[in-house]
């Protein structure tokens, strides 16, 4: 039951923390800012539209699309331990079936996209494509550190409190490489800067904006909040291998877990605020680099466990 209460809560306050990455970047340029309840207007106004308007060159794949990866990010959370509870959905070796659960997801985006048969979303469709599969690497280097460390690769065990213990003490050094490779992952994954700018339009340099122009209504309100749950899944990714321990207090457990969540979203928004977008040229080397800290960690725990 505790694992249902979080998982639905963790849905309904993704596109509140979101808004804090807007929050901190207007407080970098001096301005008040949006609202921190900005996201839930914008579904609002979305869901209110009785249906999406659709171009006659679609066909029923672009209307699917979305359904599917909506869902996809909804199951993929259910796998996710929440603060060290277990999770609603487990079993042995979930976390590779988790990554190819995001491809489908990403793979009928990517169809959608071309669905369209505009030249512009296909330029899209190709860089998000292209981005991603650098990235897997990383996030499968990733669960290979996991199985190493705990013995498993499944979410619910590996990421439990009890093979939190003493984590820190015993792959510090390691945890810290995984660490800054996943947040890497994170702003990749989700369009952020350094690898993309949802506040651009500019048609050269968008990514996945480009994908989503010919959604509407509330389709366009599915994947603005399915955008929102796949940035929390990340951030609370990072955030349970930050605190991978219990204060053997479950409220307090559930405190604390959230408020590193907050905080990775506060460091998100200054990472936005400092540093602007690479070029194209320079970002399949920037995930690659995220692909070297996860594999040096790898490297420094094999001569750990010898």
Do not use: C
Not at 30 to 56: A, C, D, M, W
Not at 164 to 193: D, H, V
């Amino acid at each position: 039951m505790k694992s249902i209460i979080l998982f639905v809560l963790t849905v309904l306050i993704s596109p509140l923390f979101a808004a804090i990455i807007l929050k901190v970047k207007a407080f970098f340029a001096g301005r008040k800012g949006p609202s921190i309840f900005i996201n839930y207007y914008t579904l609002i106004k979305l869901f209110k539209y009785k249906s999406s308007v659709y171009s006659e060159t679609t066909t029923f794949i672009f209307r699917m699309s979305v359904i599917i990866s909506f869902s996809v990010i909804t199951v993929v959370l259910m796998f996710f331990p929440f603060g060290g509870v277990n999770s609603i959905f487990s079993f042995k070796g979930d976390m590779i079936f988790i990554i190819y659960l995001m491809a489908l997801g990403r793979f009928f985006t990517i169809l959608a996209a071309l669905d369209t048969g505009s030249a512009f979303e296909g330029m899209g469709a190709s860089r998000e494509a292209y981005f991603s599969i650098i990235a897997e690497l990383t996030l499968f280097m990733t669960f290979i550190f996991i199985q190493k460390i705990t013995g498993t690769i499944s979410f619910s065990k590996s990421l439990s409190i009890a093979n939190g213990m003493n984590l820190w003490g015993m792959y510090g050094a390691s945890l810290m490489l995984i660490i800054i490779s996943l947040f890497m992952i994170l702003l990749t994954e989700n369009s952020r800067i350094p690898v993309d700018d949802h506040a651009t339009h500019l048609e050269l340099t968008m990514i996945h904006e480009v994908m989503v122009l010919d959604h509407s209504g509330p389709e366009l309100g599915l994947i603005h909040l399915g955008a929102n749950m796949k940035l929390m899944f990340y951030s609370v990714f990072i955030a349970r291998l930050i605190v991978p321990f219990s204060f053997r207090n479950f409220w307090v457990d559930i405190i604390v877990f959230y408020i590193v969540v907050a905080l990775i979203y506060l460091f998100i928004g200054i990472v936005e605020s400092i540093m602007a977008r690479f070029r194209f040229t320079k970002v399949p080397k920037y995930i690659l680099t995220s692909f070297a800290l996860v594999f040096f960690a790898n490297i420094i725990i094999l001569g750990r466990l010898k």
